[in-house]
């Protein structure tokens, strides 16, 4: 594809060039890379039908694309690979993950296709859960202990099951007696949450990252209206009112 030649050129003509560029690493460039992620993270939890939100949406995915491209040209220079080797791999792994697609394979849904790429990945470790990155963050961790725990039957069969063991967990909260036991509640909250998103196919961190936008500008309405006879609640309710 031209474009794409032509930005590989530009990306080649940077670290030639651009001192800036010329200096970065891997380990200098993996900051950016996290900031790039969650700024398209904020993009997808603000996107609306809109010209103005998509355009936001296409910067950010090519931000993103952009450390792919970085930190490929790194790896060519020292003789490693490049960014045709990673397209390559990729190409390659997709289809070999894909039977059902470029294959004879059927399939019926997609709790099977996930099964079948766990198999095909052929996972050497004791447990589908050892090559959980421990690194992850909290929320991506957990989503994705759920997922496996998925392929060997280990999960709610629908929304309404694990809405009742969310409601159940807040119960054991209210009902703990210490502070310990409290916070381990709270964790259990947070976990039980996360089946909850999970089946109604919403991202946890989107779906935070809309309700804080929401907080924020009906604190803003609170904060620029209020004076020393205001009622608080009022406001918040006009402010919510207002959206």
């Known amino acids: 594809m031209k474009e794409f030649e032509e930005l590989v050129d530009v990306i080649n003509k940077l670290r030639n060039e651009c001192p800036w560029d010329k200096e970065q690493t891997h380990d200098s460039l993996a900051k950016h890379l996290i900031e790039e992620a969650y700024e398209l993270l904020d993009a ?7 010209d103005i939100a998509q355009e936001i949406l296409k910067d950010e995915l090519g931000d993103l694309l952009l450390q792919v491209l970085l930190h490929s040209k790194i790896a060519s220079e020292n003789n490693f690979f490049s960014i045709v080797s990673v ?8 289809v070999k993950r894909h039977p059902h697609v470029f ?9 099977d296709v996930e099964k079948q790429w766990e198999e095909i990945k052929g996972n050497k470790s004791e447990s589908i859960f050892d090559d959980i990155n421990q690194a992850l963050p909290p929320i991506t961790k957990a989503f994705k202990a759920q997922r496996k725990a998925k392929k060997i039957n280990l999960s709610y069969s629908n929304y309404d099951e694990a809405l009742q063991d969310l409601i159940s967990e807040i119960k054991e909260l209210e009902n703990a007696t210490n502070d310990k036991n409290r916070k381990s509640e709270i964790g259990d909250i947070f976990f039980a949450l996360l089946n909850v998103c999970r089946f109604l196919s919403a991202d946890p961190e989107i ?13 803003k309405y609170v904060e620029k209206n ?5 009622n608080i609640e009022e406001l918040w309710k006009m402010a919510k009112n207002n959206e």
Request: charged fraction near 35%; charge should be positive; glycine fraction near 2%.
């Open 44 to 50: 997808l939890a603000n996107l609306e039908n809109t």
């Open 87 to 94: 397209v390559e791999n990729l190409t390659k792994k997709l």
């Open 103 to 111: 294959g004879e394979v059927k399939l019926e849904n997609a709790s």
């Open 207 to 219: 779906e935070l990252n809309r309700s804080t936008k929401r907080f924020i500008e009906r604190a």
């Open 226 to 230: 209020i004076d020393k006879n205001t």
